[in-house]
């Protein structure tokens, strides 16, 4: 299957990790819909590890925990499907999941088939206890040919966090989306340290297989599995959400969104913002002025994206001459720019746009190309 915007949903790990259960995933499956997220685009709902017996049936089979499902797991991708909302869950490339549980190893096709059978349409392939003696890409591409194969459509998110050069092969894989990073925590040096690296590789990121940068911490405050002491402000979270969007990344909520507040909302829900993440044209990004903290995106319908993330702990500048951008003076044209965050409408500016942006925040701007005479 081709996939063609960065897949959006929430996922289990970051707050529940091992204390998944079925009634959760029918509450959250309730969430999703109720409070707006599958109408902002979020459609995957994924349990991720820790969801199965520690031993196999004697057909081979993966078993999901009766205690945490006591009705199977056609009842629950059931349940998701009859919201309107896709399903997913969660394997391994190696012989367990990062938690102990079965892993897929050579079980790849009674497991694909397994999940199709439960209407599963989204399998997230995680990377440990992988066999030293066998190479990731190979795993990965047994798995999607599995999959390909099982006759049911069924998204393959990957999960080795950027081992291995894993941009170098994931394309020959038939994954939809790669982890590029280790994992993120609710802590400002996480996401500054994801920046950095998807600085090395966001040339990677295009349609059909998209660079993750793994799932939002936005409103964890410090709470659930991946929650560290505060978590962040509510500025960070913003510009969290503004970069995963910038770069393309799949939006995969990860805090508890039962007790979302509406400033958090507020920003998982920023259709603007969401509509940089999905833009169908997944220009690259590119640097303005060799600053390496202020980026241009060129959006499908002309539009021009400019987002200028401050990591740093004091407050800067910025200074954006048009030129920069492919609009000199003899085009004739300015630009008409909006800031996405405070919504407030800057006017047609004719040939650069300077401004101040606070520490830790971000300031993105949606801009028209006009005529300005
Ligand atoms: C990690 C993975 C996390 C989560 C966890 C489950 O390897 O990066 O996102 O899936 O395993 O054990």
Known sequence: MVVKRPPMGWNSWNTFADKIDENIVRTMADVMVDEGYLAAGYEYLVIDDCWSLRERDAQ??????????????????????????????????????????????????????????????????????????????????????????????????????????????????????????????????????????????????????????????????GKGHVGLEQGLTLEEYRTHFSIWSFFGSPLMMGSDIRSADDDIKAILQNRDVIALDQDSAYRQPYNVNGDPDVWARHMDNGDIVLAIFNMGDNGRGYFIPFSELGLGRASGRGLEIRNLWTGENLGVKKELITGGVNAHETVLLRCKVVEVG
């Open 60 to 221: 081979g089979r993966i078993v999901p925990n009766p205690e945490k499902f006591p009705n199977g797991m056609k009842a629950v991708a059931d349940y998701v499907h009859s919201k309107g909302l896709k399903f997913g869950i969660y394997s391994c490339v190696g012989n367990y999941t990062c938690a102990g549980f079965p892993g897929s190893f050579e079980y790849e096709f009674i497991d694909a088939q397994t999940f199709a059978e439960w209407g599963v349409d989204f399998l997230k392939l995680d990377y440990c206890y992988k066999p030293v003696s066998e190479q990731g890409a190979k795993l990965y591409r047994r798995m999607a040919l599995a999959l390909d194969n099982c006759g049911r459509d069924i998204l393959l998110s990957a999960c080795s966090w950027g081992a291995d050069e894993t941009h170098r092969w994931i394309k020959s894989t038939g994954s939809s989306m790669w982890r590029s990073t280790g994992d993120v925590f609710d802590k400002w040096s996480s996401i500054r340290d994801i920046y950095n690296i998807q600085k090395g590789i966001y040339e990677y990121n295009g349609a059909g297989c998209f660079n993750d940068m793994d799932m939002l911490v936005v409103g964890m405050y």
